[in-house]
């Protein structure tokens, strides 16, 4: 079986990438997990992987804080200031990331 690849990035280096990356560790620890798990090494350009994930973690988000937003401005009888408020709440805490 293979991995699905699109754009010459292939998903299982992606999944690889991102799974290290919860658990906090990189390049050095997807080495060390392919050796004992006996499958081929990461890619030789295994950080490129981390702008592709932040590029996709991007999209959804500011997918999700939109949907956030609509959400806030529908359920207060379309009153934007509910969404204001959100907006300021977001941004504070992405300040704090």
Known sequence: MSSNSTNGVYDINVRLTYALHCIDKGNSAAKEFC????VPPPPAKFQRYNGILLESLTKVSNAS???AGQETVDMNNSNRESLQHLMVVVRNEAIHL
């Open 35 to 38: 050796a004992v798990m006996n």
């Open 65 to 67: 804080v939109k949907k």
